[in-house]
């Protein structure tokens, strides 16, 4: 971030305290849809990476991810599997041909359900000694996906992942008090929902699909920012439409904005429909251009994502030998 | 690897070279030598005419290109002359064809043909990829559909002729398909002259019309400097001269064709401005700005190179766009990671330079983009995106077009101001306002002087929406239907016979003893009876030679005075349509009272009989029925173009018309002129004819007693050619219309040179004002309007 836009004191290291409710910033937003569009729209066309370089950046993209299982018909088994492949995300062999054997690699986080974190929990453990970077244990929780369930029961499914060991819960947001304009009710929701998380990183699930504009996205990521969310994440994965550039850049936007306000630095996870290498590096650009390279690091930027893994490994291991993958050579996660 | 072991710690985005071996390729088939594209084929010059082209990026030499001489241009303007009238005579569909042929070809060469414009021009390869080559590409499409309904759609016209096109190095093909669709479409054939600097896609693009098998001697292009370039516009057998440029230039060619009868369209400089109001999507307005100013290295004719933002906001603003500035990527414009290429020629560079320096010294502030500049390249290859603040309007770099990547600031209070601000320079060409109201947004759009207008957008371009501009921008409009005009004229006027020599006012012998002698006509300026500044009068004779009255010999200060009144009556402009057409028709019904005492005077004066001049009452009467009957049906359009949004063609009045009536027919002609000026909302100044001077009195009084408000028709007698001069010469006159003989059209289109104002003359040539086909109609009323596009996209 260019030093000239810092207004107030840089808090690199620190935590997101968040702030009073204040009404008058959102009374203040402004978004064109028609630009952030175009803007979104030109980004791909504008930047190019290839060759060593797009080794480089699909590497980070792999650390980056948070490896999410959230199915209902999830098991210990598929949660193990998915776990392993955390910790192992790239092929030995690839990493060889690319002289980066040494190169210890994992993906972010693990992303599921209340009800797995045991079992993730007990594998991933070994990555505290395994890995460079232990990978983080996210749980999904305040009602997931809807968001709709009493406020003391979300309160509570909090408290008890945190006990269950997350160490970053992911909760979606009442879209309902976005859609009536009542922002205070959200301010004072995340608020309570940063309050149980205590140690655990808070990530707020804005389900932009369900906002109706691209205004109603930049308030509620404002709000959030302001009752202390940590990272603010596009989408459940379970609405009809996820991820889109051109929500995420109204959402970095307002992490730029936010930035410049109080010095916090927030984090900005896109979740939902981003599956190929392509679109991870269509997000790292948006993240580079808008933000800097320091939003390109797992404290401040992740994806969620179950397939995208699966395609950058293919890319990489076409990256090392030249030669075109297939998805049955690489481990399954 | 140690590379990427860097590259994981940087994350960079490196580099991602464009291969060039096609291009080189292409070059090496041509030997690297290139002549000129006359009656489709390839006319070596001699060794002694040929220049090098170089890529700016790099200054290596990509080929030899010829100049055209003398010799060249007649034999490129004979083969296109040769090719006329077959070309327009083949059915729209079968041009139709061919322009779609044209364009598909261009497709499938796509790639080679951004590569090489690229290489030549220095534009990044994402932009002329993206950019320049699809909009070609839709123009030929969209115009080969126009060929096709010409006829239908158009029957009143006919081409041209021969069309002589110059186009600029900024946007080489793009510019080239501007000109040549439209021109074929319409059964024009061409000699088009790419700018020195950057004519290798013309020659490719001259391959594309040998493999179209576009018959021979359509299209011709001749290379070559401004030297060619004069040769080209001021060749007796072309009928057409379009081009696009520098003012300074654009001003040579209009002095140069003066009274050549050839039809001329300008799209010349700018000084574009970009309003930011304090309601817009700041973060969008300044991506707004990187596509305005950043954009072709500034190289654009409608760069956005005025920043206008409120004050409350500004330094917020100038901080973020500071910032979003150093992430700006200036470099090898082949790699597609570049936002900014290389600067077309060193020439180019020094001239940036020299006024930026220029800026800084008169007090601006300067920040330039902290990103690299590439090492190991030529001296004045690249030149760093810049800001200059603390600009006022005073300072020449707010008022100069520089014409690469740098930005004026100015900060405003209040939307007029904004407005005030924005069209305080001697451009017009195109606008951008940011704001998140659409109160604001519509009300300052048609305010901005410009031919186009983009509202939270900027640099939107479509073959179906007209581009154009106005003041020193230049006239005509290219794309969509106001842009056909430009390449057709009316069947009638090839027929229009050259008038005898004015025969003017006879010198009086002797009084009628019957007459009223003491009447005192006068002037009309600013709806009030004026005596002539001069103090002199003018004997008029009826048609036996005697003394009828006397009236005032009006001289440059009456037309001064009349020019005063018209700019002060700006309200009528701003009158709905409906009101105007009241207007008109309570004049038609006033006249209707006064008409035997019109007719009485063209009985006397001009020797009619009885029954002709009650016809000519009679038609100046249905005249001014028939435009107030136009006034709300001549409306705009809502452009086809591909935005979610709409494009709206808004017709605005021209402003201020000096008009020089015509000597025949004298009521009808005045009325003929004065009713589509006023009912499509200008102001004028009118010359009234000679034959009859006594007109203007019974007119102004009519005018008096029909709610024309003080200074929206002014009437002026005198000389019709010394004050034409002066209606020509004055600056705040926008458009002048002259209807008198070939000596004085030659010097009123040469006079408007300097104020770049549009003009519609007669050269001498003789409408019969009686004959509907020529005396009214719809091209009465596109004379009296400007096209103005407004894009608007809109969604939530």
């Given at each position: 971030?260019?030093?000239?836009?810092?207004?107030?004191?840089?808090?690199?290291?620190?935590?997101?305290?968040?702030?009073?409710?204040?009404?008058d910033?959102?009374?203040?937003?402004?978004?064109?849809?028609?630009?952030?569009?175009?803007?979104?729209?030109?980004?791909?066309d504008?930047?190019?990476?290839?060759?060593?370089?797009?080794?480089?950046?699909?590497?980070?993209?792999?650390?980056?991810?948070?490896?999410?299982?959230?199915?209902?018909?999830?098991?210990?088994?598929?949660v193990?599997?998915?776990?392993?492949?955390?910790?192992?995300?790239?092929?030995?062999?690839?990493?060889?041909?690319?002289?980066?054997?040494?190169?210890?690699?994992?993906?972010?986080?693990?992303?599921?359900?209340?009800?797995?974190?045991?079992?993730?929990?007990?594998?991933?453990?070994r990555?505290?000694?395994?890995?460079?970077?232990p990978?983080?244990?996210?749980?999904?929780?305040?009602?997931?996906?809807?968001?709709?369930?009493?406020?003391?029961?979300?309160?509570?499914?909090?408290?008890?992942?945190?006990?269950?060991?997350?160490?970053?819960?992911?909760?979606?947001?009442?879209?309902?008090?976005?859609?009536?304009?009542?922002?205070?009710?959200?301010?004072?929701e995340?608020?309570?929902?940063?309050?149980?998380?205590?140690?655990?990183?808070?990530?707020?699930?804005?389900?932009?699909?369900?906002?109706?504009?691209?205004?109603?996205?930049?308030?509620?990521?404002i709000?959030?920012?302001?009752?202390?969310?940590?990272?603010?994440k596009t989408?459940?994965?379970?609405?009809?439409?996820?991820?889109?550039?051109?929500?995420?850049?109204?959402?970095?936007?307002?992490?730029?904005?936010?930035?410049?306000?109080?010095?916090y630095?927030?984090?900005?996870?896109?979740?939902?429909?981003?599956?190929?290498?392509?679109?991870?590096?269509?997000w790292?650009?948006?993240?580079?251009?808008e933000?800097?390279?320091?939003?390109m690091?797992?404290?401040?930027?992740?994806?969620?994502?179950?397939?995208?893994?699966?395609d950058?490994?293919?890319?990489?291991?076409h990256?090392?030998?030249?030669?075109?993958?297939?998805?049955?050579?690489?481990?399954?996660? | 690897?140690?590379?990427?072991?860097e590259?994981?710690?940087?994350?960079?985005?490196?580099?991602?070279?464009?291969?060039?071996?096609?291009?080189?390729?292409?070059?090496?088939?041509h030997?690297r030598?290139?002549?000129?594209f006359?009656?489709?084929?390839?006319?070596?010059?001699?060794?002694?005419?040929?220049?090098?082209?170089?890529?700016?990026?790099?200054?290596?030499?990509?080929?030899?290109?010829?100049?055209?001489?003398?010799?060249?241009?007649?034999?490129?303007?004979?083969?296109?002359?040769?090719?006329q009238?077959?070309?327009?005579?083949?059915?729209?569909?079968q041009?139709?064809?061919?322009?779609?042929?044209?364009?598909?070809?261009?497709?499938?060469?796509?790639?080679?043909?951004?590569?090489?414009?690229?290489?030549?021009?220095?534009?990044?390869?994402?932009?002329?990829?993206?950019g320049?080559?699809p909009?070609?590409?839709?123009?030929?499409?969209?115009?080969?559909?126009?060929?096709?309904?010409?006829?239908?759609?158009f029957?009143?016209?006919?081409?041209?002729?021969?069309?002589?096109?110059?186009?600029?190095?900024?946007?080489?093909?793009?510019?080239?398909?501007?000109?040549?669709?439209?021109?074929?479409a319409?059964?024009?054939?061409?000699v088009?002259?790419?700018?020195?600097?950057?004519?290798?896609?013309?020659?490719?693009?001259?391959?594309?019309?040998?493999?179209?098998?576009?018959?021979?001697?359509?299209?011709?292009?001749?290379?070559g400097?401004?030297?060619?370039?004069?040769l080209?516009?001021?060749?007796?057998?072309?009928?057409?001269?379009?081009?696009?440029?520098?003012?300074?230039?654009g001003?040579?060619?209009?002095?140069?064709?003066?009274?050549?009868?050839?039809?001329?369209?300008?799209?010349?400089?700018g000084?574009?401005?970009?309003?930011?109001?304090?309601?817009?999507?700041?973060?969008?307005?300044?991506?707004?700005?990187?596509?305005?100013?950043?954009?072709?290295?500034?190289?654009?004719?409608?760069?956005?190179?005025?920043?206008?933002?409120q004050?409350?906001?500004?330094?917020?603003?100038?901080?973020?766009?500071?910032?979003?500035?150093?992430?700006?990527?200036?470099?090898?414009?082949?790699?597609?990671?570049?936002?900014?290429?290389?600067?077309?020629?060193?020439?180019?560079?020094?001239?940036?330079?020299?006024?930026?320096?220029?800026?800084v010294?008169?007090?601006?502030?300067?920040?330039?983009?902290?990103?690299?500049?590439?090492?190991?390249?030529?001296v004045?290859?690249?030149?760093?995106?810049?800001?200059?603040?603390?600009?006022?309007?005073?300072?020449?770099?707010?008022?100069?077009?520089?014409?690469?990547?740098?930005?004026?600031s100015?900060?405003?209070?209040?939307?007029?101001?904004?407005?005030?601000?924005?069209?305080?320079?001697?451009?017009?060409?195109?606008?951008?306002?940011?704001?998140?109201?659409?109160?604001?947004a519509?009300?300052?759009?048609?305010?901005v002087?410009?031919?186009?207008?983009?509202?939270n957008?900027t640099?939107?371009f479509?073959?179906?929406?007209g581009?154009?501009?106005?003041k020193?921008?230049?006239y005509?409009?290219?794309?969509?239907?106001e842009?056909?005009?430009?390449?057709?004229?009316?069947?009638?006027e090839a027929?229009?016979?050259?008038?005898?020599?004015?025969?003017?006012?006879?010198?009086?012998?002797?009084?009628?003893p019957?007459?009223?002698?003491?009447?005192?006509?006068?002037?009309?300026?600013?709806?009030?009876?004026?005596?002539?500044?001069?103090?002199?009068?003018?004997?008029?004779?009826?048609?036996?030679?005697?003394?009828?009255?006397?009236?005032?010999?009006?001289?440059?200060?009456?037309?001064?005075?009349?020019?005063?009144?018209?700019?002060?009556?700006?309200?009528?402009?701003?009158?709905?349509a409906?009101?105007?057409?009241?207007v008109?028709?309570?004049?038609?019904?006033n006249?209707?009272?006064?008409?035997?005492?019109?007719?009485?005077?063209?009985?006397?004066?001009?020797?009619?009989?009885?029954?002709?001049?009650?016809?000519?009452?009679?038609?100046?009467?249905?005249?001014l029925?028939?435009?107030?009957?136009?006034a709300?049906?001549?409306d705009?359009?809502?452009?086809?173009a591909?935005?979610?949004?709409?494009?709206?063609?808004m017709?605005?009045?021209?402003?201020?018309?000096?008009?020089?009536?015509?000597?025949?027919?004298?009521?009808?002609?005045?009325i003929?002129?004065?009713?589509?000026?006023?009912?499509?909302?200008?102001?004028?100044?009118?010359?009234t004819?000679?034959?009859?001077?006594?007109?203007?009195?019974?007119?102004?009084?009519?005018l008096?007693?029909?709610?024309?408000?003080?200074?929206?028709?002014?009437?002026?007698?005198?000389?019709?050619?010394?004050?034409?001069?002066?209606?020509?010469?004055?600056?705040?006159?926008?458009?002048?219309?002259?209807?008198?003989?070939?000596?004085?059209?030659t010097?009123?289109?040469?006079?408007?040179?300097?104020?770049?104002?549009?003009?519609?003359?007669?050269y001498?040539?003789?409408?019969?004002?009686?004959?509907?086909e020529?005396?009214?109609?719809?091209?009465?009323?596109?004379?009296?309007?400007?096209?103005?596009?407004?894009?608007?996209?809109?969604?939530?």
């Amino acid at each position: 971030m260019d030093a000239s836009l810092i207004m107030v004191a840089d808090k690199t290291n620190e935590r997101n305290a968040g702030m009073d409710f204040n009404p008058d910033w959102l009374a203040k937003v402004q978004i064109n849809r028609s630009a952030i569009e175009r803007r979104a729209g030109s980004l791909g066309d504008r930047r190019s990476i290839k060759k060593h370089w797009q080794v480089a950046w699909l590497l980070q993209a792999i650390s980056c991810i948070d490896l999410t299982t959230l199915a209902g018909d999830d098991t210990p088994g598929r949660v193990r599997r998915l776990c392993n492949k955390a910790m192992n995300p790239v092929r030995r062999e690839i990493l060889s041909s690319l002289d980066l054997e040494d190169l210890e690699l994992s993906t972010g986080a693990v992303c599921v359900y209340h009800g797995m974190l045991e079992t993730a929990n007990q594998i991933l453990a070994r990555s505290r000694g395994q890995n460079a970077r232990p990978v983080g244990l996210a749980a999904v929780s305040a009602g997931f996906p809807a968001g709709l369930n009493a406020l003391p029961l979300r309160i509570a499914e909090i408290d008890a992942s945190v006990a269950a060991g997350a160490t970053e819960i992911d909760i979606v947001i009442s879209r309902r008090h976005a859609l009536s304009g009542n922002w205070r009710a959200l301010y004072d929701e995340v608020r309570s929902f940063r309050e149980a998380s205590g140690e655990a990183h808070l990530k707020t699930i804005l389900a932009t699909g369900e906002l109706g504009t691209l205004r109603n996205v930049a308030k509620a990521s404002i709000v959030c920012m302001m009752a202390g969310a940590d990272f603010i994440k596009t989408s459940t994965g379970k609405e009809s439409v996820n991820a889109t550039l051109a929500v995420s850049l109204v959402m970095v936007r307002c992490i730029r904005s936010y930035f410049e306000d109080t010095g916090y630095r927030i984090g900005f996870k896109p979740a939902g429909g981003i599956s190929t290498a392509k679109d991870a590096l269509n997000w790292l650009v948006l993240m580079k251009e808008e933000l800097g390279v320091e939003w390109m690091q797992p404290e401040l930027f992740r994806f969620g994502a179950s397939s995208l893994l699966g395609d950058i490994e293919r890319q990489l291991e076409h990256a090392a030998t030249g030669i075109y993958s297939a998805s049955y050579r690489n481990p399954m996660g | 690897m140690q590379n990427l072991r860097e590259a994981m710690k940087t994350l960079d985005y490196g580099v991602a070279p464009e291969s060039t071996a096609q291009v080189s390729e292409w070059l090496e088939a041509h030997g690297r030598v290139f002549g000129h594209f006359i009656d489709g084929e390839f006319i070596n010059g001699t060794k002694r005419t040929q220049f090098e082209t170089r890529n700016p990026a790099s200054g290596e030499v990509l080929a030899k290109i010829s100049q055209a001489d003398k010799k060249i241009v007649n034999i490129a303007v004979a083969a296109a002359g040769r090719a006329q009238a077959k070309w327009a005579s083949l059915p729209g569909f079968q041009r139709g064809r061919y322009l779609y042929a044209i364009a598909r070809l261009i497709q499938k060469h796509s790639r080679l043909f951004a590569v090489l414009e690229s290489l030549d021009n220095g534009k990044p390869i994402r932009e002329s990829r993206t950019g320049d080559i699809p909009l070609v590409i839709r123009h030929f499409y969209h115009h080969a559909g126009w060929a096709q309904l010409l006829e239908s759609e158009f029957s009143d016209y006919e081409a041209i002729g021969v069309a002589g096109q110059i186009i600029p190095w900024n946007f080489p093909l793009l510019m080239l398909a501007w000109k040549i669709a439209p021109a074929l479409a319409c059964g024009n054939t061409v000699v088009l002259k790419p700018a020195e600097y950057t004519s290798l896609t013309a020659l490719l693009f001259a391959e594309i019309c040998q493999q179209a098998k576009l018959p021979q001697g359509v299209v011709n292009i001749i290379t070559g400097d401004g030297a060619s370039g004069a040769l080209l516009s001021g060749h007796p057998d072309i009928q057409k001269v379009a081009f696009t440029g520098s003012t300074v230039v654009g001003r040579r060619i209009r002095e140069q064709t003066a009274g050549s009868g050839k039809k001329l369209t300008l799209e010349l400089g700018g000084k574009s401005p970009f309003i930011v109001f304090d309601d817009a999507d700041m973060d969008s307005a300044i991506e707004g700005l990187v596509d305005a100013i950043w954009f072709n290295q500034g190289q654009v004719c409608c760069a956005g190179s005025r920043l206008l933002v409120q004050e409350g906001i500004a330094d917020q603003f100038h901080t973020r766009l500071r910032s979003r500035m150093d992430k700006l990527r200036v470099g090898d414009p082949l790699d597609k990671s570049v936002d900014l290429g290389a600067i077309v020629d060193p020439v180019q560079h020094e001239q940036i330079d020299r006024l930026v320096t220029e800026g800084v010294a008169q007090g601006a502030s300067i920040y330039q983009a902290t990103g690299q500049l590439p090492d190991k390249c030529p001296v004045g290859s690249f030149y760093p995106p810049t800001l200059l603040t603390g600009v006022e309007s005073s300072d020449m770099v707010a008022q100069e077009e520089i014409f690469g990547p740098v930005l004026v600031s100015m900060t405003y209070r209040t939307p007029a101001e904004a407005v005030a601000l924005a069209n305080n320079v001697r451009y017009g060409l195109a606008a951008s306002i940011w704001t998140e109201n659409i109160n604001l947004a519509l009300d300052i759009a048609p305010k901005v002087h410009a031919g186009v207008v983009w509202i939270n957008c900027t640099n939107q371009f479509d073959a179906a929406t007209g581009f154009g501009g106005v003041k020193e921008s230049g006239y005509g409009r290219e794309g969509g239907r106001e842009g056909l005009f430009e390449y057709l004229k009316l069947r009638f006027e090839a027929n229009l016979k050259t008038a005898n020599p004015a025969t003017g006012t006879r010198l009086a012998v002797k009084a009628d003893p019957s007459d009223d002698i003491d009447k005192t006509p006068k002037f009309y300026v600013g709806g009030k009876q004026v005596r002539p500044d001069s103090g002199y009068s003018r004997a008029v004779s009826d048609h036996k030679g005697q003394l009828a009255g006397f009236v005032g010999e009006g001289n440059r200060k009456d037309i001064r005075n009349a020019v005063e009144a018209a700019r002060k009556a700006s309200s009528w402009t701003s009158a709905t349509a409906h009101s105007r057409a009241q207007v008109l028709y309570y004049l038609a019904e006033n006249m209707s009272a006064r008409q035997a005492e019109l007719a009485g005077l063209l009985q006397k004066i001009n020797g009619y009989s009885r029954k002709r001049a009650q016809t000519e009452c009679q038609l100046s009467i249905q005249r001014l029925f028939y435009y107030a009957a136009w006034a709300d049906k001549y409306d705009g359009d809502v452009h086809a173009a591909p935005i979610r949004g709409v494009t709206i063609a808004m017709k605005e009045a021209s402003g201020i018309i000096g008009i020089a009536c015509p000597e025949e027919q004298p009521l009808l002609g005045i009325i003929s002129l004065l009713a589509p000026a006023i009912v499509m909302g200008n102001r004028v100044v009118m010359v009234t004819p000679s034959s009859n001077p006594l007109l203007a009195s019974v007119l102004y009084q009519i005018l008096d007693t029909s709610d024309v408000p003080g200074g929206v028709v002014n009437l002026i007698q005198g000389d019709r050619n010394t004050l034409s001069k002066t209606l020509a010469d004055h600056y705040e006159v926008d458009h002048i219309w002259y209807f008198g003989d070939q000596e004085g059209s030659t010097m009123v289109e040469a006079a408007s040179a300097a104020s770049l104002k549009r003009t519609w003359v007669n050269y001498g040539k003789v409408r019969n004002w009686a004959d509907n086909e020529q005396g009214q109609g719809q091209s009465f009323l596109r004379q009296s309007t400007e096209i103005k596009n407004i894009w608007v996209p809109y969604g939530e």
